[in-house]
């Protein structure tokens, strides 16, 4: 067709392909890396312990990724370690076990840079260390994998058995019998005596057993042998030349109760033994330091420092350049046509809006929306919204993506899902059923566990915060949090035309959430929250009536 709309073309198709490839962060995506703000992967390389903080889907892998691939052709060694697949074990096997990943990665390491001769080019550095230190690559390969055998023969013992060792003490009475008759005699003779009598006679023996019983326990091994790790680093720093990097991806998958211990751990091996940390995880479901009862884990400010990626819808304009500058590098790399070509700016804004500023989402939305205003000019060509991807292609996309984000919520709260969901569905209500509109307010101080649950639901996707400060007008020095009710919830096939849509991001729209209706007691129930919107709704009904018979009365009778 000649005049086919852009959004059909073969270009479009190599971008949608493009996107879904890339919404996953894989090794062969690196090259790919934006970052979301200057100096982020220089943080991310430098000799500093760093715990890394975004939404799922923000970017932290592949900043890992990124930090990690660069390190790695400067010769540093690296170890990128994937937590999710030890999702649900217990400590301290979930310990050995990341601990047996982790040696393994920098014996891959080792292996891959020998056959690469990469150490040739520190054959100088080398020979210096060889005068002071025996330590060789071959003889850190094999002491790395004696420790990997030996964790791994712990990770399948029963933590906790009871153990029974015997120990059997001789006396030879003859011999002690000689010995005493001998006292007086000169030492030169007795010493010529004893290889003739350890070798002609074969003594009279009393034997003692003594019985010891213990329990065996993998913490008290792991403790025990964290100075052979300590060592290893310490080596593998000097065989290599350069610092150590240690990549820990997805801690929150773990429980949330041993994140602490683990990264402690980490920590005692590596302070002070060239190995540098980076911890990736979401920040309001991970424990990464207790200080009860004693400190445990990493702290910030002290131990570590923090790289937040989370880019808000508070900073809608940011947002929205980084996300465009993301998918207009897929567009180019597709050949395709310019963003602006084939998506209305309504429709960017919505992709922005439904995302809630997260990449991943961002480009999963943008990839089905395609789809949609495919399937719309299919059905309908001359279509009154046009031939581009406008607002309402992502709305229906947005509802359909919403059982994406279900299913990985379900995935990621394991443990806690109850009280997550009995939130999330007050917070709904609210919304949808009493205010009718996608937006609310929090309180800003407050720190009990509600508040904590609803900043749970941010980082898991669910809201998105749009202001950090609202103040309601009047509640003089009370300030509140502004959030969002993700998209998917009142779009696709949950389509609602009843709910207000806050256009929130417009300067002239400041005021437009300075209402009290919009304060969300978290403490109310699920009960109490539809009992209040179907008594606003009869009052409603209740007013329209009596207006409509007012209405009528002056019609009839005049005024």
């Not at 500093?48 to 990124?66: E, N």
């Not at 011999?175 to 290889?195: P, Y």
Request: aromatic share 8%.
């Amino acid at each position: 067709m000649a005049n086919e709309p852009l959004i059909f073309g073969q270009q479009i198709d190599t971008l949608s392909t493009l996107v879904e490839e890339g919404a996953r962060a894989t090794a062969q995506n690196v090259a790919r890396f934006i970052e979301p703000a200057p100096g982020t992967l220089r943080r991310a390389k430098s000799k500093r312990h760093h715990l890394i903080f975004g939404r799922r889907g923000s970017g932290k892998s592949s900043l890992l990724l990124k930090a990690g691939d660069e390190l790695e052709k400067a010769n540093h060694p690296i170890a990128i370690v994937d937590l999710e697949p030890f999702k649900g074990h217990h400590y301290p096997d979930v310990l050995l076990s990341v601990l047996i990943a982790t040696l393994l990665k920098y014996e891959l390491w080792l292996i891959d840079h020998k056959r690469g001769n990469r150490f040739r080019e520190l054959a100088k550095r080398l020979q210096f260390w060889k005068r002071k230190d025996p330590v060789t690559v071959a003889t850190l390969h094999q002491e790395i994998s004696k420790e990997i055998s030996a964790l791994r023969e712990q990770l399948h013992l029963a933590d906790d058995a009871g153990l029974r060792t015997t120990t059997a003490h001789a006396r030879n009475e003859d011999w002690e019998r000689r010995s005493r008759g001998k006292a007086g005699v000169s030492d030169d003779l007795v010493a010529a005596e004893i290889e003739q009598e350890i070798a002609a006679r074969v003594a009279a023996n009393s034997t003692m057993e003594v019985v010891e019983e213990s329990k065996r326990s993998k913490s008290d091994y792991l403790l025990r042998h964290i100075i052979d790790y300590q060592r290893i680093f310490r080596e593998l720093s000097r065989v290599s030349g350069y610092s150590s990097y240690l990549f820990l991806d997805d801690l929150y998958h773990l429980k949330r109760e041993d994140q602490a211990s683990i990264l402690d751990y980490f920590h005692r091996i590596a302070k002070n033994n060239n190995l540098w940390l980076k911890i990736g995880t979401i920040k309001n479901r991970s424990n990464w330091y207790r200080h009860d009862p004693q400190p445990l884990g990493l702290k910030i400010g002290d131990d570590a420092d923090d790289i937040n990626l989370d880019l808000t819808l508070e900073k809608f304009s940011s947002a929205r350049g980084f996300l465009l500058k993301i998918l207009n590098s897929y567009a180019n790399d597709a050949e395709a046509p310019k963003v602006r070509d084939f998506v209305a700016d309504g429709g960017v804004d919505r992709l922005v809006i439904a995302s809630g500023g997260v990449t991943r989402d961002f480009l999963g939305l943008f990839r089905r929306s395609i789809d949609e205003a495919r399937e719309r000019l299919t059905q309908t060509p001359d279509h009154a919204r046009g031939p581009k991807m406008g607002a309402e292609d992502v709305n229906v996309a947005a509802g359909s993506y919403g059982e994406t984000k279900r299913e990985e919520f379900e995935r990621d709260t394991l443990e806690d899902r109850a009280r997550l969901e009995q939130m999330f569905e007050k917070i709904k209500a609210f919304c949808l059923e009493k205010n009718k509109a996608n937006v609310f307010l929090v309180d800003q101080e407050a720190t009990d566990e509600m508040h904590d649950t609803i900043q749970e639901l941010v980082d898991l996707r669910l809201i998105h915060q749009i202001r950090s400060r609202v103040t309601e007008k009047t509640r003089t020095g009370k300030v509140f949090r502004a959030l969002l009710l993700d998209i998917s919830q009142y779009t696709g096939e949950r389509m609602r035309r009843d709910i207000e849509m806050i256009e929130f991001w417009r300067p002239d729209n400041k005021e437009i959430l300075r209402k009290a209706k919009y304060i969300f007691d978290p403490n109310q129930t699920l009960e109490e929250i539809q009992i209040s919107a179907k008594a606003d709704r009869k009052k409603v009904v209740e007013e329209t009536k009596t207006k409509e018979f007012d209405d009528q009365i002056s019609m009839d009778f005049g005024d």
